[in-house]
T-cell receptor, first 110, second 114 residues
Framework: AQRVTQPEKLLSVFKGAPVELKCNYSYSGSPELFWYVQYSRQRLQLLLRHISRESIKGFTADLNKGETSFHLKKPFAQEEDSAMYYCALRGLSGYSTLTFGKGTMLLVSP | KAGVTQTPRYLIKTRGQQVTLSCSPISGHRSVSWYQQTPGQGLQFLFEYFSETQRNKGNFPGRFSGRQFSNSRSEMNVSTLELGDSALYLC?????????????FGEGSWLTVV
């Protein structure tokens, strides 16, 4: 069975501090990993996907197959980063089925 | 182009009633999937449709059903509503091929069962 774990429900940091949102997964194979973000009163939107290996809004995430992790990082948090962040996995069957973690609320204070 | 559109946005139903939610995918997208979002369980996959066929199903009771039309629009239905069905129901669409396609979400339909 596939599973995504986000151990922190809430992460509170000050503006300018580094941020790391943790995500661990369980899957017998090579899945696709994603980070989705949901800003207040907005729809869920894709932030990053591991196959793209790109940086969006200063965020990066590296897939570590040995540790089965896909942690989201940003060196200097901004107030506008405050949102709910979800880590998600898509299995080998592909299609459009995502398994989500429970999410981490990031609060960035001035 | 227009994003994923869901209607209605908000609705209140009574226990025992049924409800139908509608989703219009992004133009050209052939895959539509549905998710239930609750504070306790988070985002849970309900089912996915591609070219009018259900090709994947989550672990929900048979009261939850769906369908997809030839224009890729989709509906989901919940019969005999229970209080625990109160949730945000999200629709998502993608091109539908295997790995690599971005999945886009709608704003959701807020269902309250009283």
């Amino acid at each position: 069975a596939q599973r995504v774990t986000q151990p922190e429900k809430l992460l509170s940091v000050f503006k300018g501090a580094p941020v790391e949102l943790k995500c661990n997964y369980s899957y017998s194979g090579s899945p696709e990993l994603f980070w989705y973000v949901q800003y207040s009163r907005q729809r869920l939107q894709l932030l990053l996907r591991h196959i793209s290996r790109e940086s969006i809004k200063g965020f990066t995430a590296d897939l570590n197959k040995g540790e089965t992790s896909f942690h989201l990082k940003k060196p200097f948090a901004q107030e506008e980063d405050s949102a709910m962040y979800y880590c998600a996995l898509r299995g080998l069957s592909g299609y459009s089925t995502l398994t989500f973690g429970k999410g981490t609320m990031l609060l960035v204070s001035p | 182009k227009a994003g994923v559109t869901q209607t209605p946005r908000y609705l209140i139903k009574t226990r025992g009633q049924q409800v139908t939610l509608s989703c219009s995918p992004i133009s050209g997208h052939r895959s539509v999937s549905w998710y239930q979002q609750t504070p306790g369980q988070g985002l849970q996959f309900l089912f996915e449709y591609f070219s009018e066929t259900q090709r994947n199903k989550g672990n929900f009771p048979g009261r939850f059903s769906g369908r997809q039309f030839s224009n890729s629009r989709s509906e989901m239905n919940v019969s005999t509503l229970e209080l625990g069905d109160s949730a945000l129901y999200l629709c998502a669409s993608s091109l539908g091929g295997q790995n690599g396609n971005t999945i886009y979400f709608g704003e959701g339909s807020w269902l309250t069962v009283v």
